[in-house]
């Protein structure tokens, strides 16, 4: 099962994980209902299709599922792709009492765009900008680099930052997922829609972030509130 490793103390009050594991044990990792602020830094040591909580299996490829891990995330939204040498993923945890959470889901993640955008523009990236409704656009329900959804980074028209989340009574787990590299052919190639409609809608759906992931890191942890 995933480990926690390396815990840092950040100023505000944010505690930080650097966790471990395949993409399927990071993703059944429940928060303590009792967590207070905590990012947890994902070390994924496979790479696996992540379907969202309403997706049918179907959604992926038939010989993929047979030959790779197919994953199933309990927030909702598209799939993507979890890639050890692609993606950096980084999950915030908070709890109701923070006044951070918003009950509306429409705008509960829109202050962590914000902590993203900063993070992109102390990395070179300063055109970017959070997103601030659900567009799922023709492909967003299949993929969810296709979309655009409330909190999410756009760079230039394409998604920098994904973010989902899964609400407990207690905590609010929101999932993001960057890309340093894009692999489109990859994604489509473990999905079992073919279109080339969805071919061409992923080939420019995603902004790469040129930089390594500690440097990622420390970018996004500096950029948290205060």
């Not at 993703?27 to 070390?43: N, T």
């Not at 955008?117 to 055109?127: E, F, M, R």
């Not at 999932?175 to 061409?200: C, D, G, I, K, V």
Request: glycine letters at 8%.
């Amino acid at each position: 099962m995933s480990t926690k490793t390396e815990p840092l103390s950040i100023q505000g009050g944010w505690k930080a994980h650097r966790l471990s594991g395949t993409v399927g044990e990071l993703h059944a990792l429940s928060p303590d209902p009792s967590a207070d602020r905590e990012v947890w830094l994902m070390s994924p040591l496979d790479t696996a299709l992540v379907l969202g909580s309403a997706q049918p299996e179907e959604t992926a490829s038939s010989p993929i599922t047979e030959s790779a891990a197919v994953v199933r995330r309990r927030s909702g939204g598209g799939a993507v792709l979890v890639a050890p040498d692609h993606s950096v993923w980084i999950d915030v945890v908070i709890g109701r009492s923070d006044p951070l959470w918003d009950d509306d889901v429409n705008r509960a993640s829109l202050w962590l765009g914000e902590a993203w955008v900063a993070a992109l523009a102390s990395l070179g990236i300063t055109h970017g900008e959070a997103f601030d409704r659900y567009e799922p656009g023709p492909w967003g329900r299949l993929a969810c680099f296709a979309s655009r959804g409330p909190g999410e980074v756009l760079v230039g028209g394409a998604k920098a930052v994904g973010i989902t989340q899964r609400r407990t009574r207690t905590t609010a787990r929101f999932q993001t997922l960057l890309y340093r590299h894009w692999p489109p052919e990859e994604l489509f190639a473990r999905l079992a829609e073919s279109s080339e409609e969805l071919r061409n809608a992923l080939s420019s759906a995603a902004w790469p972030v040129d930089a390594q992931p500690d440097d990622i890191h420390a970018a996004f942890l500096a950029s948290l509130p205060r």
